[in-house]
C-alpha cells in the first residue's frame, strides 16, 4: 500500500512492524497496517488516479472556459464537448 511522507523533510521513519520506511521519493510502499499507523501520525494516502486530458469535458461555447458540466460555472453558457467544433 502506497503512503506519502508526513513531512517534506523526512527521509526515513521506523514503522511499527520494525521496518524502516525510506521517504526519499516522498512515498513508500508499506504493509497496510504500518501505512494505517503512518497515516495516523500525519502521513497520508496520495492520488495515485493519474491526470485527466484535454478531450474529457466540456467547453463554453461563449466565454470559452473549460469545465465538466454543460452550463458554464463562470458566465452561465452553454459548453459543448470538448474537441467539437
Do not use: H, W, Y
Not at 42 to 66: A, D
Amino acid at each position: 500500500m502506497k503512503v506519502a511522507s508526513p513531512d517534506k523533510r523526512c527521509l526515513e521513519i521506523d514503522a511499527p512492524s520494525g521496518r524502516r520506511v525510506n521517504f526519499r521519493t516522498g512515498i513508500a510502499d508499506v504493509s497496510p497496517s504500518d501505512a494505517k499507523a503512518i497515516v495516523k501520525n500525519g502521513g497520508f494516502f496520495p492520488s495515485l488516479s493519474g491526470t485527466t486530458n484535454s478531450g474529457i469535458g466540456f467547453r463554453c461555447s461563449t466565454c470559452g472556459f473549460g469545465s465538466f458540466f454543460k452550463t458554464c460555472s463562470r458566465c452561465g453558457g452553454t459548453a459543448v464537448p470538448e474537441g467539437s467544433k
